[in-house]
């Protein structure tokens, strides 16, 4: 057993390293952080480059990295070790040891890998039985492999030697993180000054189980139930909202609909009960990666000054997609998992309509097979106008980003949303319904940067597309917009800001 010193801004106080059953790591006496930078953990259950089925992943990534790009805090990562991460990446990882982590009746082999990529520090929670399957999700033990996680998430704070100042935790996945901290762990000195922050990227997607599985599964106390319980089941987005010193949201819009049974899933007397601690904060996206003027992706590379590069990106996409090269006729195109709340609907009922005007449609996305159906059907009865590629392909979509005039996403529901973000660095300009991120994200107008509808309909989108077509031809009005879409601010500077500032408040 060693002993470590840490300093906080106003506590010193001592720490203990405590071996775990089956550590084979040496408790070394460890030196703390140096420099006083503030120490966060983000907890997640994807992140990119590793793992990625959506926006959450791109956002970890992203946002890990610009609060490290500041110098003041020491961010770390930590996310399962699927089976899925690629050779490339794995091969790197170092094993940093093992320990055994306890759940209920379970005790489980937990393996610790590291690896350190642009001043961000990676763990990966390793153990066969739970993640050496396909993909991250979708299994009938979901609920016991994430559980699994969080709680390897609070043991391995000891033998990494890492008691952050801020746990960070993203999505139903790791609210269990938050549960545990504030029922088993915080009676521990060393866990007792960390604060939680619960993120919601989507509140569709809750944890929802059996209240049966409660001491079971979740090895949560009974006295504890009424912190997770919520309509006669465990809610675990429920449990972590109650018990995270404060909760946020990727918009601030969004922060506001999910107070309402339209966008809340039912959660929203919990939201109005909490919203006292709610703040919505927008995501930005990593414009390096995303950048007009640098990706190797796209055919030719164009900046906001000399945006003449894009027309080629036009010409390369139509005969790359069978579509007759015409420099005039708009493309309007979608990248979008195909499902019902990014505004399908709407699409599939006038999309036949707007094909009888000059235009062109790329929609790039798999999902429902309804649309999937529906795109493929109007691709072939208008090969001249609309091209389906129903498949997930990152190359092709940096290539309709760059190619296309128009990106249409009209969400039911859009917690953030990154395409229209994405769509805008490539200087193609947003067509969106207004609601989350899109609303705060895209402003309409003469000095606007895209164009927006407010009702969930399908003829008002179609009648905004129509003005967006209509603007399109008028060359001199259509070059301002692209610049002023292109210009737009969707880095992570801002929002990295206002995450810190978040911290700063919780850490008071
Ligand atoms: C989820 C949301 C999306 C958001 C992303 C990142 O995927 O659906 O709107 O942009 O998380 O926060």
Same mark, same amino acid.
């Given at each position: 057993?060693?002993?470590?010193?840490?300093?906080?801004?106003?506590?010193?106080?001592?720490?203990?390293?405590?071996?775990?059953?089956?550590?084979?790591?040496?408790?070394?006496?460890?030196?703390?952080?140096?420099?006083?930078?503030?120490?966060?953990?983000?907890?997640?259950?994807?992140?990119?480059?590793?793992m990625v089925t959506g926006g959450l992943a791109e956002v970890i990534g992203s946002l890990s990295k610009a609060l490290a790009d500041t110098g003041r805090y020491d961010v770390r990562v930590v996310m399962p070790l699927y089976s899925d991460i690629k050779e490339e990446y794995r091969t790197k990882f170092h094993y940093t040891g093992n320990l055994y982590v306890h759940l209920a009746w379970r005790n489980q082999y937990c393996g610790v890998f590291e690896y350190e990529k642009d001043g961000v520090k990676?763990?990966?929670?390793?153990?066969?039985?739970?993640?050496?399957?396909?993909?991250?999700?979708?299994?009938?033990?979901?609920?016991?492999?994430?559980?699994?996680?969080?709680?390897?998430?609070?043991?391995?704070?000891?033998?990494?030697?890492?008691?952050?100042?801020?746990?960070?935790?993203?999505?139903?996945? @790791?609210?269990?993180? +938050?549960?545990? #901290?504030?029922?088993?762990?915080?009676?521990? =000195? !060393?866990? &007792?000054?960390?604060?939680? /922050?619960?993120?919601?990227?989507?509140?569709?997607?809750?944890?929802?189980?059996?209240?049966?599985?409660?001491?079971?599964?979740?090895?949560?106390?009974?006295?504890?139930?009424?912190?997770?319980?919520?309509?006669?089941?465990?809610?675990?987005?429920?449990?972590?909202?109650?018990?995270?010193?404060?909760?946020?949201?990727?918009?601030?819009?969004?922060?506001?609909?999910?107070?309402?049974?339209?966008?809340?899933?039912?959660?929203?007397?919990?939201?109005?009960?909490?919203?006292?601690?709610?703040?919505?904060?927008?995501?930005?996206?990593?414009?390096?990666?995303?950048?007009?003027?640098?990706?190797?992706?796209?055919? @030719?590379?164009?900046? +906001?000054?000399? #945006?003449?590069?894009?027309?080629?990106?036009? =010409? !390369?996409? &139509?005969?790359?997609?069978? /579509?007759?090269?015409?420099?005039?006729?708009?493309?309007?195109?979608?990248?979008?998992?195909?499902?019902?709340?990014?505004?399908?609907?709407?699409?599939?009922?006038?999309?036949?309509?707007?094909?009888?005007?000059?235009?062109?449609?790329?929609?790039?996305?798999?999902?429902?097979?309804?649309?999937?159906?529906?795109?493929?059907?109007?691709?072939?009865?208008?090969?001249?106008?609309?091209?389906?590629?129903?498949?997930?392909?990152?190359?092709?979509?940096?290539?309709?980003?760059?190619?296309?005039?128009?990106?249409?996403?009209?969400?039911?529901?859009?917690?953030?949303?990154?395409?229209?973000?994405?769509?805008?660095?490539?200087?193609?300009?947003?067509?969106?319904?207004?609601?989350?991120?899109?609303?705060?994200?895209?402003?309409?107008?003469?000095?606007?940067?895209?164009?927006?509808?407010?009702?969930?309909?399908?003829?008002?989108?179609?009648?905004?597309?129509?003005?967006?077509?209509?603007?399109?031809?008028?060359?001199?009005?259509?070059?301002?917009?692209?610049?002023?879409?292109?210009?737009?601010?969707?880095?992570?500077?801002?929002?990295?800001?206002?995450?810190?500032?978040?911290?700063?408040?919780?850490?008071?």
């Open positions: 057993m060693a002993t470590t010193t840490t300093t906080k801004t106003t506590v010193t106080r001592t720490r203990k390293v405590v071996a775990k059953t089956g550590d084979t790591k040496a408790t070394e006496t460890k030196t703390p952080v140096a420099g006083g930078k503030k120490k966060v953990l983000f907890v997640a259950s994807e992140c990119t480059p590793f990676f763990y990966f929670i390793d153990n066969e039985y739970y993640f050496k399957r396909p993909g991250c999700y979708g299994y009938f033990d979901d609920g016991e492999r994430f559980a699994f996680f969080c709680r390897s998430v609070l043991e391995i704070m000891p033998f990494i030697n890492f008691y952050p100042d801020i746990m960070h935790c993203h999505d139903w996945q @790791a609210a269990l993180a +938050a549960i545990y #901290l504030k029922t088993n762990y915080c009676f521990r =000195e !060393e866990y &007792q000054y960390i604060k939680c /922050l619960f993120t919601i990227h989507n509140i569709e997607y809750q944890g929802i189980y059996s209240l049966d599985l409660l001491c079971d599964l979740f090895d949560i106390y009974g006295r504890y139930k009424y912190l997770v319980e919520y309509n006669n089941c465990i809610n675990l987005m429920k449990g972590a909202i109650e018990c995270s010193e404060h909760f946020s949201t990727v918009s601030p819009r969004y922060a506001d609909e999910i107070k309402y049974p339209y966008y809340s899933h039912g959660l929203d007397p919990i939201i109005r009960n909490n919203e006292f601690k709610l703040t919505g904060i927008l995501n930005g996206i990593d414009v390096d990666g995303y950048n007009s003027e640098t990706d190797p992706k796209i055919f @030719a590379n164009f900046s +906001a000054e000399d #945006l003449s590069g894009k027309a080629k990106n036009k =010409e !390369e996409l &139509q005969k790359m997609l069978n /579509l007759p090269v015409k420099s005039d006729t708009p493309i309007i195109s979608m990248i979008s998992r195909l499902v019902s709340h990014k505004g399908l609907d709407l699409v599939t009922n006038v999309l036949e309509d707007l094909l009888q005007d000059d235009v062109q449609v790329v929609v790039l996305g798999t999902g429902d097979q309804q649309y999937e159906g529906f795109f493929k059907y109007l691709a072939g009865k208008y090969p001249e106008k609309m091209s389906a590629q129903i498949q997930f392909n990152n190359e092709l979509s940096r290539k309709i980003y760059a190619g296309s005039d128009i990106f249409l996403m009209p969400s039911k529901s859009e917690p953030c949303g990154l395409s229209q973000m994405i769509a805008s660095r490539y200087a193609t300009v947003p067509v969106v319904r207004e609601t989350g991120g899109l609303y705060d994200s895209i402003k309409p107008g003469e000095n606007g940067n895209g164009y927006t509808f407010a009702n969930y309909n399908a003829h008002d989108m179609l009648y905004v597309l129509r003005q967006a077509i209509g603007d399109y031809h008028d060359k001199e009005r259509w070059s301002a917009l692209m610049q002023r879409v292109i210009k737009t601010d969707f880095s992570w500077s801002r929002s990295a800001g206002e995450y810190e500032k978040l911290y700063l408040e919780m850490l008071g």
